[in-house]
C-alpha cells in the first residue's frame, strides 16, 4: 500500500496551515464536500473515523446546513474493549462530538460490540465492514508515538489479511482493542490524516523518514497539518 512521495512538506498531498484550528476547519471542509457529493450521488455516505483531539476538533467545524447528515454511516476505526457505559468508549467520544456540532440528526455510529468476547467482537465487526465495497472518506488522527486508529509502529497487525482484527497488546492502555487492519483503509477512496502541534514533531519526522511507519503504510491521499507539527 505504500505510495510515492515522503509525505514531508513539499509532498503534494500535505497541506500546511499557520495554526491549527486553520487545519482541522480545512479538513472538515474536505470531509464535509466528499460526504456531500456520496449523499447527493448514492443517498448515502461510509465514512471511517478514528477518536482522539484532532478528529474531535474537525468534526466540532462541520456545519448542521452543510448536507443531510442523517444519511451518514460513521464506522469507528478502532475501538477499546471496554463495557458499554465506560467513557473509555470511543463511539461514547464520537457521537457526544458529532451530536455537540451536528445535533441528533447526525447520522449513525457503529462499533464493535461490548457485549461479545474479544475475538468474536472483532468478528462480527468485520461482517458488516465486509458488506461495503468501499467507503467515501477514512479520518485518522495520529499518536505522539505515530499510531494511527490501533495500529502501532512495528505491531504485527500491521500486517494483518484481516479487515479488522482484534488487539491484545496495545502499548496504550487498556491493552485490549479492536482495530480496522491496513486492508479495510485500502478500500477508502479517501485516506485522510490530521495532525497539529509540536508534540508531533516527532512522530512526523519519523513517518517522512520510514517507509514502513503506519502512516506511510495507510498512504493518505491527503494531510492536513499546522506548522508546528512540521517545525
Known sequence: MAGNGDLSSHDLRVHLFASDNEAFMATAAAITEIIRLSTDKNQ?????????????????????????????????ADERHVGTENPLRNDRQMAIALKNSLGESHGRVFSPSPLLALKEA??????????INMFDVCLLGMGNDGHIASLTPKHPALNSSQLCCEITDSPNLPKERITLTLKTFSRTQNRILVTTGPSKVAAVRKYIT??????????????????????
Not at 210 to 229: C, E, G, H, K, M
Open 210 to 231: 520510514d517507509s514502513q511507519s503506519p502512516v506511510r503504510l495507510y498512504n493518505p491521499t491527503a494531510i492536513f497539518a499546522d506548522q508546528a507539527a512540521y517545525s
Open 44 to 76: 448515502t455516505s461510509n465514512v471511517i473515523l478514528a477518536a482522539g483531539n484532532s478528529v474531535s476538533k474537525t468534526l466540532s467545524f462541520l456545519s448542521p446546513s452543510a448536507t443531510d447528515w442523517q444519511r451518514v454511516n460513521w464506522y469507528l
Open 122 to 131: 472483532a468478528a462480527e465487526y468485520a461482517s458488516r465492514i465486509e458488506r
